[in-house]
């Protein structure tokens, strides 16, 4: 992650300019953990993805580069969305339909605000990051709480001693 904005290589050329006060970095939370490791890992991978996605916003880059961004964020969700949908099957989690509708949607607004990007709808950069942090927190993580009680309910049954 960069330390300086104002040395990018999105600023060379430009002049001197006040430099914004940073987009603050998504940060992991503790309380985001599924209590499965394959899970947690891909959640980590996105969260660093989306940070690279601020660290872009604070060194002023703009258009493609943004875009490139917020395109490979989609793409490491859909892998993670596609991982889990696998997972979640295999545990036999009764509400995997909706869950995976629920990611198709997710999938689907996360397309929309790249097209908002590419049509220059969105003036300033810091709204990006607004609604991809709340993208993430809100939905992706938000979502999965859900299945989080129906894998502690199957780990405590599994634990329980034979009658
Ligand atoms: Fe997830
Ligand atoms: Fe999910």
Request: proline share 7%.
């Amino acid at each position: 992650m960069s330390a300086d904005p104002a040395r990018s290589p999105c600023r060379q050329g430009e002049q001197p300019s006040p430099v914004p006060a940073p987009v603050p970095y998504l940060v992991w939370s503790e309380a985001y953990r599924m209590g499965d490791a394959r899970i947690d890992e891909d959640h980590e991978r996105l969260l660093a993805e989306i940070n690279l996605l601020i660290d872009a916003i604070n060194d002023d880059c703009k258009g493609a580069v943004l875009i490139g961004s917020l395109e490979h964020i989609l793409e490491v969700g859909c892998a993670h969305h596609r991982r889990e949908e696998a997972l979640l099957e295999e545990m036999a989690y009764p509400a995997l339909p909706d869950h995976r509708e629920e990611h198709r949607c997710l999938e689907d607004g996360m397309r929309a605000l790249i097209a908002r990007v590419a049509a220059h709808a969105i003036d300033d950069p810091a709204e990006i990051a607004t609604t991809v942090k709340e993208w993430f927190v809100e939905h992706v993580i938000g979502q999965d709480m859900r299945y989080k009680t129906y894998i502690e309910e199957r780990d405590q049954e599994g634990n329980r001693p034979c009658p």
